[in-house]
């Protein structure tokens, strides 16, 4: 079954304890990104990677990191988390960067920063 | 910049009558469009878009958009509503020229269809 998968769905962690999202797809896909979904905001996205070893930043991507090693992994790194970084995280992808492409999301993970 | 408006937070509708989500956008040149759907304690699912063509899109679970160009909106319709339609739905615009900038959501609406 074609699908984004992402680890952990659930998380609570401390402040300043460093973390990591994995996310991977199975579809072959060069496009990848993260975004964060926050009440009345929407989602906006935190980074995206055209390709391997190619990532760039979205709209918010303080406090975050990502690395794109392999075509199908695409893992959000938290250095040292914050409250504000309490948040539905969504990892997504599509076929290439091209704007007509339809991006397809994960499940979702949600962090809370205690 | 290109960004999205959902005027209405929430969406009222009783079982078996038509329903339609708003969605207004904001973007230079021509816009792709797409709307998706978040049951709860779920990711988000794709539902439709328009790229070029018909203004009228039709996509999953019954549902279709008209594209209009002269209001800049892009509607989310259902002739039918359903009790299991009751969902949060995001309406995406996304810069033909700006793949690589991803999309940009408008902040949701919560549809409740009411038996």
């Known amino acids: 079954e074609a699908q984004v998968t992402q680890n952990p769905r659930y998380l609570i962690t401390v402040t300043g304890k460093k973390l990591t999202v994995t996310c991977s797809q199975n579809?072959?896909?060069?496009?990848m990104s993260w975004y964060r979904q926050d009440p009345g905001l929407g989602l906006r996205q935190i980074y995206y990677?055209?390709?391997?070893?190619?990532?760039d930043k979205g709209d918010v991507p303080e406090g975050y990191k990502v690395s794109r090693k392999e075509k199908r992994n695409f893992p959000l790194i938290l250095e040292s988390p914050s409250p504000n970084q309490t948040s539905l995280y969504f990892c997504?992808?599509?076929?290439?960067?091209?704007?007509?492409?339809?991006?397809?999301f994960g499940e979702g993970s949600w962090l809370t920063v205690v | 910049a290109q960004s999205v408006a959902q005027p209405e937070d929430q969406v009222n509708v009783a079982e078996g009558n038509p329903l339609t989500v708003k969605c207004t956008y904001s973007?230079?040149?021509?816009?792709?469009l797409f709307w998706y759907v978040q049951y709860p304690n779920r990711g988000l699912q794709f539902l439709l878009k328009?790229?070029?063509?018909?203004?009228l899109v039709k996509g999953s679970y019954g549902f279709e958009a008209e594209f209009n160009k002269s209001q800049t909106s892009f509607h989310l319709k259902k002739p039918s509503a359903l009790v299991s339609d009751s969902a949060l739905y995001f309406c995406?615009?996304?810069?033909?020229?700006?793949?690589?900038?991803?999309?940009?959501f408008g902040k949701g609406t919560h549809l409740i269809i009411q038996p």
């Open positions: 997504a992808s599509s076929l290439s960067g091209a704007s007509g492409n339809t991006i397809y």
């Open positions: 328009y790229i070029t063509g018909d203004n």
């Open positions: 973007v230079s040149g021509n816009p792709y």
């Open positions: 579809m072959n896909h060069e496009y």
């Open positions: 995406a615009v996304r810069d033909p020229g700006g793949g690589a900038d991803g999309l940009t």
């Open positions: 990677s055209m390709n391997v070893e190619v990532t």
